[in-house]
């Protein structure tokens, strides 16, 4: 009966020490303090002379869950005090960022000579990015076909032209000139878009001059 009191003794004598782990740790595994906790009351017991008595497991039990069930009461009567009397704190809630919907871009060229051309950037939808570009172009012009398709955010038209037998210099006036080509670009800035409409121009006639009539970005139509 001694050594059980004994064991006892010293378990209440090593709350303090569990209460430090416990501080240190989660609320939650107060059984494994428990199970610590009777493993050291049975050893200290076992190593006296004359071994454990017959009821030391069970002393050393009752001691160890009463001492665990204080650690846990003063561990929640700490969380509330740090949590402003109890009030629960909600976790951040995190959103996934929607990405943005993929908008499409598409240019329509008539059959030259005629300058006619329909652009489209930043349509959400595809098939009517196509009925709106190419109704543009049908207005001006014959033979309207698809010159480009595109998912970037900006595009832009090229014509090339040349000087008219019947002029002596190019002007502003549409007869001085004759359109031999229409050529279209596309990039994520508008100076990209126009580089690219401008470079496929050249590559198609490097004797005619090229010049960008139409660039457009996010969803403006030209």
């Known amino acids: 009966m001694r050594i059980a009191s004994l064991a006892a003794a010293l378990c209440l004598m090593a709350l303090p020490a569990l209460a430090s782990q416990q501080s240190s740790r989660t609320p939650g595994p107060h059984r494994d303090s428990a199970a610590l906790c009777r493993a050291e009351c049975l050893a200290t017991a076992a190593s006296r002379p004359g071994g454990a008595a017959p009821n030391a497991a069970q002393a050393c039990s009752v001691r160890c869950d009463a001492a665990v069930s204080y650690l846990r009461s003063q561990g929640e009567r700490g969380t509330a005090e740090a949590t402003g009397r109890g009030a629960l704190v909600q976790p951040i809630a995190t959103t996934r960022m929607a990405r943005p919907a993929a908008t499409h871009g598409v240019i329509y060229g008539a059959r030259t000579p005629s300058p006619a051309f329909g652009m489209v950037v930043g349509e ?34 090229a014509q090339g032209y040349k000087r008219s037998q019947w002029a002596l210099f190019v002007t502003s006036d549409p007869n001085s000139y004759v359109i031999t080509s229409l050529s279209a670009g596309s990039g994520g800035t508008q100076d990209q878009a126009e580089r690219q409409a401008l470079a496929e121009c050249r590559s198609r006639d490097p004797q005619a001059n090229c010049r960008v009539v139409a660039a457009a970005c996010a969803g403006r139509r030209g």
């Open 124 to 157: 959400t939808d595809r098939l009517a990015a196509h009925r709106t570009a190419e109704r543009t172009c049908a207005a001006g012009g014959p033979g309207c076909r698809v010159l480009a398709e595109f998912t970037e955010a900006c595009g832009a038209a």
